[in-house]
C-alpha cells in the first residue's frame, strides 16, 4: 500500500487518474444520492397523493350512507375499497377513538389510545386541531410482517345535516365528527424504489468506468506517451544529444509543448555548438597567441601557462613566475600582478630586464583579476609580450631616420614636402637653395605655385594634383630667372597625415644642348637640301636672267618695248622673285633657332610647308606624292618649327630610301610614290608617312629610334634624325612607330592628343 500510495506521488499521470477517479466518484455519488431521493420522493409523493385521493372518494362514497346511518352500506363500501391493490386497512374512528368500521371485523368498535397512533396527529394538543395539512395527516410505519406502510388520516367534519338527523345526533358546534385512516402498503413502491436504486447505481457504475476509461485512455494517449517521449528527449538533452527530435502528431498544447522541447533542442544544440566553437576559439587563442600568457595565485606561483610561455621557458606547475621568467629568486620590484591582488584592477607595465638566458629583453605586461563567485580576487592573469626586436626595431629606426633625413638634405635634386590640398611648402631639402636660390626659412610655409608664372599657376595646380610626372616646366629662382625642370610626384605618409614628395631636376643645361642638337639637325638638313634648293632658285634666275638679256637686248638695237609684252615679263620677274624670296625666307625661318614653346596647330598645313622645301627634289627624281589628308582635323599642340622638321626628316629618309631600292636594282619596276596620310581616330590625329622603299629589317625596327643608329651607308646619315624626330614627339604628348615589310616599303605612324579647348 505505501509502494502504491508512493507510486501515485511520483508520477503525474497516476495523480491525474487517481483525482479523475475521485472527483468522478464523488460527482456520481452525489448525483446518484439526489437522483435516489428525487425518485423517491417523487414515487412517495405520487403514492401519498393516490392515498389521499383514495381517502376522499371513500368519504364521498360513504358520505349518502352515513348522512343515513347506513351501516351496513358504509361496511361495504369501505370492504370494496379495502379490495382495492396494496390497501391493507380501511378504518373510521369517531371522536373517542373507537373504530366504528373497518374492513377488518375483528377491530370493529375496538377503542384506541387518544394520544397514539393516528389520533395523535389531532390529539397531540388541548383542543384537538381540527385543520392539518397533508403531510401532518401522513405517517409511516412498519406492519407486523415488517413491511412499511402509509397511513393517511383524514379527518370527517361536521355538517349542518348530521346536527339535526335523529341518526346520531352530536352538539352543535361540533366541528370533526371522527377520522378515516387509509393504510396503505408500500412493499411495491419500496421495491420499485430498489430496483430503480440498483440500476441508477449500475448506471453510475458504469459512466464511472466508461469516463474512466475515455480519460485514461486519453491521458495514457494524449498525455502520459508524450509526456513519456518528452522526458526521454529532455534526458537526451541532458546528455548532450541534440539530434533527436520528439515526433509530433497532435495540434494540442502537449503538441505545442513537444514542439516547444524540438525547438528547445535545436536551440540549445546550436548555443552549444558556437560555445564549443567559442570554447575551442579561446582555448586555441590562450594556446596560440603570439604573447606569454600565465595564471598565478597570491604567492606567484603559476597556475596555468599557454604554449608560447611552455616553449619559451619550460617550466613546471607550481614554478614562482619571477624564476621562470628571468631567473629571479625574488619578485620584481615592480609587479603588476601583485598591484591587482591589492586593487583587483587591470595594470599595464613596460619592463626592462635580463631574460632567462641573460640576454636584454623588454617587456609589454598587462595583467586582469580573476575571480571567484563571491567577487573576491583568487588569481591574476599576466599577459607579456616580448618586444625586445621592436625596441631593437625602434633603435634601427632612429638610425634609419637619421641617414635618410641625411640622405633627403643631400640629395643634389630639389625635394619638396607640400600639402595635398594646398600645395603648402612644409619642408624642402639643402638643394632648393643651390637650384632655386631661396633658404628653407624663406621658402617653407609659402605656396609651391609661386615658383609658376602667375598665368600658369591654375593650370599647374591642377596638373600636379592629378598626375606623377610634369616635364619641362618652367620655374623662376629667387633671381626672377626662368629654368626648366622635370617634376615627379607622388604621395607619402608625413606626420599629420598624407603629403606630396616633389622631386624635380633642372634640365635647362640639357634643353640647351638639345636645342643645339636640334639646331645641327637642321643646319644638316639644310645642308642636304641644298642642291635642291639650288635647283629651286636657279628657275626663277633663270626667268629673271632671260628677261634681263631681252630687256637689253631690245635696247641695244633701240627696238620698243609692246607694253603688253613689257607687263608680262615684269610681272613674270616679279612672281619669280616673290617664289624666291620665300623659299629663302622658308629656310631662314627653318634654319633660326627657336625657343621651346608649343601651340595649337593643324598637322595638314605642317605637312604642306615642309614639302613646299622637298617638293621639287621629289619631282626631279621622278618620286611621286599621294596626299590623303582628312578635311577639318581638329588641332593639336606642338611646337610648329620642330614638327616641321620631324616631317622634313621623314620626307628625306623616304627620299632616300626610293632612290636607295631604284639605284641598288636596275629596271627596278613599280612606282616611286610617297604617301601622305592625316585621320581622326576619337581624341587622336594620326600622321602615316609611307614610301615604297626597300624597307626596315625586321630586327632594325625597335633601334631606328636610338641615337647615331643608321640604316644609310656610312657618310650619308648621321643617325640623329630619327631619335630627335622622336624626342620632338615626346614633347608634344605623342608617339610615333615604324611598320615595314621587305620590298614593300616602311611606314611612320605618329599620334597625337587633340589639344583641349583651354
Same mark, same amino acid.
Given at each position: 500500500?505505501?509502494?502504491?500510495?508512493?507510486?501515485?506521488?511520483?508520477?503525474?499521470?497516476?495523480?491525474?487518474?487517481?483525482?479523475?477517479?475521485?472527483?468522478?466518484?464523488?460527482?456520481?455519488?452525489?448525483?446518484?444520492?439526489?437522483?435516489?431521493?428525487?425518485?423517491?420522493?417523487?414515487?412517495?409523493?405520487?403514492?401519498?397523493?393516490?392515498?389521499?385521493?383514495?381517502?376522499?372518494?371513500?368519504?364521498?362514497?360513504?358520505?349518502?350512507?352515513?348522512?343515513?346511518?347506513?351501516?351496513?352500506?358504509?361496511?361495504?363500501?369501505?370492504?370494496?375499497?379495502?379490495?382495492?391493490?396494496?390497501?391493507?386497512?380501511?378504518?373510521?374512528?369517531?371522536?373517542?377513538?373507537?373504530?366504528?368500521?373497518?374492513?377488518?371485523?375483528?377491530?370493529?368498535?375496538?377503542?384506541?389510545?387518544?394520544?397514539?397512533?393516528?389520533?395523535?396527529?389531532?390529539?397531540?394538543?388541548?383542543?384537538?386541531?381540527?385543520?392539518?395539512?397533508?403531510?401532518?395527516?401522513?405517517?409511516?410505519?412498519?406492519?407486523?410482517?415488517?413491511?412499511?406502510?402509509?397511513?393517511?388520516?383524514?379527518?370527517?367534519?361536521?355538517?349542518?345535516?348530521?346536527?339535526?338527523?335523529?341518526?346520531?345526533?352530536?352538539?352543535?358546534?361540533?366541528?370533526?365528527?371522527?377520522?378515516?385512516?387509509?393504510?396503505?402498503?408500500?412493499?411495491?413502491?419500496?421495491?420499485?424504489?430498489?430496483?430503480?436504486?440498483?440500476?441508477?447505481?449500475?448506471?453510475?457504475?458504469?459512466?464511472?468506468?466508461?469516463?474512466?476509461?475515455?480519460?485514461?485512455?486519453?491521458?495514457?494517449?494524449?498525455?502520459?506517451?508524450?509526456?513519456?517521449?518528452?522526458?526521454?528527449?529532455?534526458?537526451?538533452?541532458?546528455?548532450?544529444?541534440?539530434?533527436?527530435?520528439?515526433?509530433?502528431?497532435?495540434?494540442?498544447?502537449?503538441?505545442?509543448?513537444?514542439?516547444?522541447?524540438?525547438?528547445?533542442?535545436?536551440?540549445?544544440?546550436?548555443?552549444?555548438?558556437?560555445?564549443?566553437?567559442?570554447?575551442?576559439?579561446?582555448?586555441?587563442?590562450?594556446?596560440?597567441?603570439?604573447?606569454?600568457?600565465?595564471?598565478?595565485?597570491?604567492?606567484?606561483?603559476?597556475?596555468?601557462?599557454?604554449?608560447?610561455?611552455?616553449?619559451?621557458?619550460?617550466?613546471?606547475?607550481?614554478?614562482?613566475?619571477?624564476?621562470?621568467?628571468?631567473?629571479?629568486?625574488?619578485?620584481?620590484?615592480?609587479?603588476?600582478?601583485?598591484?591587482?591582488?591589492?586593487?583587483?584592477?587591470?595594470?599595464?607595465?613596460?619592463?626592462?630586464?635580463?631574460?632567462?638566458?641573460?640576454?636584454?629583453?623588454?617587456?609589454?605586461?598587462?595583467?586582469?583579476?580573476?575571480?571567484?563567485?563571491?567577487?573576491?580576487?583568487?588569481?591574476?592573469?599576466?599577459?607579456?609580450?616580448?618586444?625586445?626586436?621592436?625596441?631593437?626595431?625602434?633603435?634601427?629606426?632612429?638610425?634609419?631616420?637619421?641617414?635618410?633625413?641625411?640622405?633627403?638634405?643631400?640629395?643634389?635634386?630639389?625635394?619638396?614636402?607640400?600639402?595635398?590640398?594646398?600645395?603648402?611648402?612644409?619642408?624642402?631639402?639643402?638643394?632648393?637653395?643651390?637650384?632655386?636660390?631661396?633658404?628653407?626659412?624663406?621658402?617653407?610655409?609659402?605656396? $609651391?605655385? =609661386?615658383?609658376?608664372?602667375?598665368? *600658369? %599657376?591654375?593650370?599647374? #595646380?591642377? +596638373?600636379?594634383?592629378?598626375?606623377?610626372? !610634369? /616635364?619641362?616646366?618652367?620655374?623662376?629662382?629667387?633671381?626672377?630667372?626662368?629654368?626648366?625642370?622635370?617634376?615627379?610626384?607622388?604621395?607619402?605618409?608625413?606626420?599629420?597625415?598624407?603629403?606630396?614628395?616633389?622631386?624635380?631636376?633642372?634640365?635647362?643645361?640639357?634643353?640647351?644642348?638639345?636645342?643645339?642638337?636640334?639646331?645641327?639637325?637642321?643646319?644638316?638638313?639644310?645642308?642636304?637640301?641644298?642642291?635642291?634648293?639650288?635647283?629651286?632658285?636657279?628657275?626663277?634666275?633663270?626667268?629673271?636672267?632671260?628677261?634681263?638679256?631681252? $630687256?637689253? =637686248?631690245?635696247?641695244?638695237?633701240? *627696238? %620698243?618695248?609692246?607694253? #603688253?609684252? +613689257?607687263?608680262?615679263?615684269?610681272?613674270? !620677274? /616679279?612672281?619669280?622673285?616673290?617664289?624666291?624670296?620665300?623659299?629663302?625666307?622658308?629656310?631662314?625661318?627653318?634654319?633660326?633657332?627657336?625657343?621651346?614653346?608649343?601651340?595649337?596647330?593643324?598637322?595638314?598645313?605642317?605637312?604642306?610647308?615642309?614639302?613646299?622645301?622637298?617638293?621639287?627634289?621629289?619631282?626631279?627624281?621622278?618620286?611621286?606624292?599621294?596626299?590623303?589628308?582628312?578635311?577639318?582635323?581638329?588641332?593639336?599642340?606642338?611646337?610648329?618649327?620642330?614638327?616641321?622638321?620631324?616631317?622634313?626628316?621623314?620626307?628625306?629618309?623616304?627620299?632616300?630610301?626610293?632612290?636607295?631600292?631604284?639605284?641598288?636594282?636596275?629596271?627596278?619596276?613599280?612606282?616611286?610614290?610617297?604617301?601622305?596620310?592625316?585621320?581622326?581616330?576619337?581624341?587622336?590625329?594620326?600622321?602615316?608617312?609611307?614610301?615604297?622603299?626597300?624597307?626596315?629589317?625586321?630586327?632594325?625596327?625597335?633601334?631606328?629610334?636610338?641615337?647615331?643608329?643608321?640604316?644609310?651607308?656610312?657618310?650619308?646619315?648621321?643617325?640623329?634624325?630619327?631619335?630627335?624626330?622622336?624626342?620632338?614627339?615626346?614633347?608634344?604628348?605623342?608617339?610615333?612607330?615604324?611598320?615595314?615589310?621587305?620590298?614593300?616599303?616602311?611606314?611612320?605612324?605618329?599620334?597625337?592628343?587633340?589639344?583641349?579647348?583651354?
Amino acid at each position: 500500500m505505501v509502494k502504491f500510495l508512493d507510486n501515485i506521488r511520483r508520477s503525474l499521470v497516476a495523480k491525474l487518474l487517481t483525482l479523475v477517479g475521485l472527483s468522478l466518484i464523488l460527482c456520481v455519488s452525489v448525483w446518484a444520492f439526489f437522483n435516489i431521493k428525487y425518485q423517491k420522493k417523487k414515487l412517495m409523493d405520487g403514492v401519498v397523493v393516490s392515498a389521499d385521493t383514495l381517502t376522499s372518494s371513500i368519504k364521498l362514497g360513504a358520505h349518502y350512507a352515513m348522512m343515513n346511518n347506513l351501516r351496513d352500506d358504509i361496511n361495504r363500501i369501505i370492504k370494496k375499497f379495502a379490495s382495492g391493490k396494496n390497501i391493507e386497512n380501511i378504518r373510521i374512528y369517531n371522536k373517542e377513538g373507537q373504530i366504528k368500521y373497518s374492513n377488518l371485523g375483528a377491530e370493529v368498535d375496538q377503542v384506541t389510545n387518544i394520544k397514539d397512533e393516528a389520533c395523535f396527529v389531532c390529539h397531540r394538543s388541548e383542543p384537538p386541531l381540527t385543520q392539518l395539512s397533508l403531510a401532518e395527516r401522513t405517517r409511516i410505519f412498519k406492519s407486523p410482517e415488517g413491511d412499511r406502510v402509509l397511513g393517511i388520516l383524514s379527518p370527517i367534519y361536521s355538517e349542518p345535516g348530521c346536527s339535526s338527523g335523529g341518526c346520531h345526533f352530536h352538539p352543535e358546534g361540533k366541528q370533526v365528527l371522527g377520522a378515516l385512516d387509509v393504510i396503505v402498503s408500500l412493499a411495491e413502491a419500496d421495491r420499485e424504489i430498489a430496483l430503480f436504486q440498483k440500476r441508477l447505481l449500475g448506471f453510475a457504475v458504469f459512466i464511472f468506468v466508461f469516463t474512466s476509461a475515455v480519460v485514461t485512455f486519453f491521458i495514457l494517449r494524449f498525455v502520459r506517451r508524450p509526456i513519456n517521449r518528452m522526458v526521454e528527449e529532455t534526458r537526451l538533452i541532458a546528455d548532450g544529444q541534440y539530434v533527436s527530435r520528439i515526433e509530433v502528431d497532435q495540434e494540442d498544447e502537449i503538441g505545442h509543448l513537444s514542439m516547444a522541447i524540438n525547438q528547445m533542442s535545436s536551440k540549445i544544440g546550436e548555443k552549444q555548438q558556437e560555445l564549443n566553437k567559442q570554447r575551442n576559439e579561446y582555448q586555441t587563442l590562450f594556446e596560440r597567441v603570439p604573447c606569454i600568457i600565465t595564471v598565478q595565485d597570491r604567492n606567484y606561483r603559476l597556475i596555468r601557462y599557454n604554449r608560447e610561455f611552455s616553449d619559451k621557458f619550460n617550466p613546471q606547475p607550481g614554478d614562482y613566475c619571477y624564476e621562470a621568467y628571468k631567473g629571479r629568486k625574488q619578485k620584481c620590484e615592480i609587479c603588476p600582478v601583485e598591484q591587482t591582488f591589492e586593487d583587483g584592477l587591470p595594470h599595464f607595465s613596460e619592463e626592462r630586464g635580463l631574460s632567462k638566458h641573460g640576454k636584454p629583453t623588454h617587456w609589454i605586461v598587462n595583467t586582469a583579476p580573476i575571480k571567484n563567485e563571491s567577487g573576491q580576487v583568487v588569481a591574476a592573469m599576466e599577459m607579456s609580450l616580448d618586444v625586445t626586436p621592436t625596441k631593437l626595431l625602434e633603435e634601427e629606426l632612429k638610425k634609419s631616420e637619421k641617414k635618410y633625413s641625411a640622405i633627403f638634405d643631400n640629395i643634389p635634386n630639389p625635394v619638396f614636402v607640400l600639402d595635398m590640398e594646398t600645395l603648402e611648402i612644409l619642408d624642402c631639402n639643402d638643394s632648393v637653395a643651390g637650384v632655386y636660390g631661396y633658404q628653407k626659412e624663406d621658402i617653407i610655409g609659402t605656396s $609651391f605655385l =609661386r615658383l609658376f608664372r602667375e598665368e *600658369e %599657376k591654375e593650370y599647374y #595646380e591642377n +596638373l600636379i594634383k592629378t598626375s606623377t610626372v !610634369i /616635364d619641362r616646366a618652367r620655374h623662376f629662382n629667387g633671381s626672377g630667372d626662368p629654368l626648366y625642370v622635370n617634376i615627379r610626384l607622388s604621395p607619402s605618409d608625413y606626420p599629420g597625415g598624407t603629403v606630396l614628395l616633389v622631386t624635380t631636376s633642372d634640365i635647362t643645361k640639357r634643353l640647351e644642348a638639345e636645342q643645339q642638337l636640334i639646331q645641327a639637325s637642321k643646319m644638316a638638313t639644310l645642308g642636304e637640301m641644298a642642291t635642291g634648293v639650288a635647283h629651286e632658285l636657279n628657275q626663277p634666275l633663270a626667268v629673271i636672267k632671260t628677261a634681263s638679256r631681252f $630687256f637689253m =637686248r631690245k635696247i641695244a638695237r633701240n *627696238e %620698243k618695248i609692246e607694253d #603688253e609684252v +613689257l607687263s608680262t615679263m615684269a610681272g613674270e !620677274i /616679279d612672281s619669280y622673285v616673290d617664289r624666291a624670296t620665300k623659299i629663302i625666307n622658308h629656310m631662314r625661318q627653318f634654319g633660326r633657332q627657336s625657343d621651346v614653346s608649343l601651340e595649337k596647330v593643324q598637322v595638314n598645313i605642317l605637312l604642306e610647308r615642309a614639302l613646299e622645301i622637298l617638293g621639287q627634289q621629289l619631282k626631279v627624281r621622278g618620286i611621286e606624292v599621294v596626299w590623303d589628308l582628312a578635311p577639318d582635323l581638329p588641332l593639336i599642340l606642338a611646337d610648329p618649327d620642330r614638327l616641321e622638321q620631324v616631317f622634313i626628316n621623314l620626307l628625306i629618309n623616304a627620299r632616300d630610301a626610293i632612290d636607295e631600292k631604284w639605284q641598288s636594282q636596275s629596271g627596278q619596276q613599280g612606282a616611286k610614290k610617297i604617301t601622305l596620310k592625316t585621320s581622326r581616330d576619337g581624341n587622336v590625329i594620326t600622321v602615316e608617312v609611307t614610301d615604297t622603299g626597300p624597307g626596315i629589317p625586321a630586327a632594325m625596327l625597335e633601334r631606328i629610334f636610338e641615337p647615331f643608329f643608321t640604316t644609310k651607308k656610312v657618310g650619308q646619315g648621321t643617325g640623329l634624325g630619327l631619335s630627335i624626330s622622336y624626342g620632338i614627339i615626346k614633347d608634344c604628348k605623342g608617339s610615333i612607330r615604324a611598320r615595314s615589310r621587305a620590298d614593300e616599303g616602311a611606314s611612320f605612324i605618329i599620334k597625337f592628343p587633340i589639344a583641349r579647348e583651354d
